[in-house]
Structure formats: structure tokens, C-alpha cells
């Protein structure tokens, strides 16, 4: 009975050899690989991010404003850059044609603030997207994306 046994179990071993392991590695190996291949090859998911629109920008240009605290003292004078998405072209125009009107929007929107609402550096971001939101409020072509400031000066 002990060679039956031990024929038994070099029939059990003989069905697992080293050769059916390493093919059994090399399937599963090839089996990964390619779904890994075909994940970046026909899935792309780099492709598949939309791009962010090229952005064009125009000249708000430099305006010197008097603010709303008592006695007329303090003021606020800044550069400003309007950044928009490049392929709006009838906003390019509006832009051009409607400069009286931002201007004006802008400097009614800066005249009720007070020193203390514009000069801290954390409040030129609030200054920025209330600018922005004012100004897309009277344009109908399109809509700023963003403004910038190159200069930026109170007293």
C-alpha cells in the first residue's frame, strides 16, 4: 500500500509540474499586461479630460477711485486685466464697445466700499470676483472669466 500511495501522489504532483505553473503564470502575466494596455490605449483617459479654453485677455486699464469712508481721504487706484475665453469674438467687441459701461459699473461698485473692505491683501480676491460678477452682469455676448490686477495701491 505505501507504493500505492506514494504512486498516487506522483500522479497528484504530475498534474501540477513546474512547467504548468509557469505557463499558468505567464497567461495570467498576459492577462494583466493587457488590461492594462488596453485601459491607457482605447480607454485614454488622458484624452478624455476636457482641455481648459485658451484664454485672451483686454486692458480694463488703470482707474483711480475715491472711497466711501468719511471725509473723502482715502482712495483706491489699481491696473486691471479682463481675462475671457478666446473663442467668444462677439465678446471681444462688446468689450470695446461697452467699455463706458464697465467702467462706470466698476467705479459704482468701488466708490461703496471703505478702506477696510479693499485694502486687507485677503479682500483683493472678494474686490475681484464682485468686479467680475458686475461686469458680467451687463454683458451679453459671453462672460469674464476672471479679472487680474497689476496694480494695486490704496491710501
Not at 483686454?58 to 487706484?77: C, K, Q, T, V
Request: aromatic share 6%.
Amino acid at each position: 500500500m505505501a507504493k500505492e500511495l506514494s504512486a498516487e501522489q506522483k500522479e497528484k504532483k504530475s498534474r501540477f509540474s513546474a512547467k504548468t505553473v509557469i505557463v499558468i503564470l505567464l497567461l495570467l502575466n498576459m492577462l494583466v499586461a493587457g488590461g492594462i494596455a488596453g485601459y491607457f490605449f482605447l480607454l485614454n483617459p488622458a484624452d478624455s479630460a476636457p482641455k481648459p479654453p485658451e484664454m485672451a485677455t483686454s486692458e480694463l486699464g488703470e482707474m483711480l477711485i475715491n472711497l466711501a469712508d468719511p471725509g473723502g481721504i482715502h482712495y483706491l487706484r489699481f491696473t486691471a486685466v479682463m481675462e475671457y475665453p478666446k473663442e467668444e469674438k462677439e465678446l471681444v467687441d462688446e468689450l470695446q464697445q461697452k467699455n463706458h459701461v464697465i467702467k462706470d459699473t466698476v467705479i459704482r461698485l468701488l466708490r461703496s466700499k471703505k478702506l477696510a473692505e479693499v485694502q486687507p491683501p485677503e479682500s483683493i480676491d472678494n474686490v475681484q470676483r464682485e468686479m467680475t460678477e458686475a461686469i458680467n452682469e451687463k454683458l451679453e455676448h459671453g462672460k469674464l472669466s476672471r479679472i487680474y490686477f497689476t496694480e494695486y495701491l490704496t491710501q
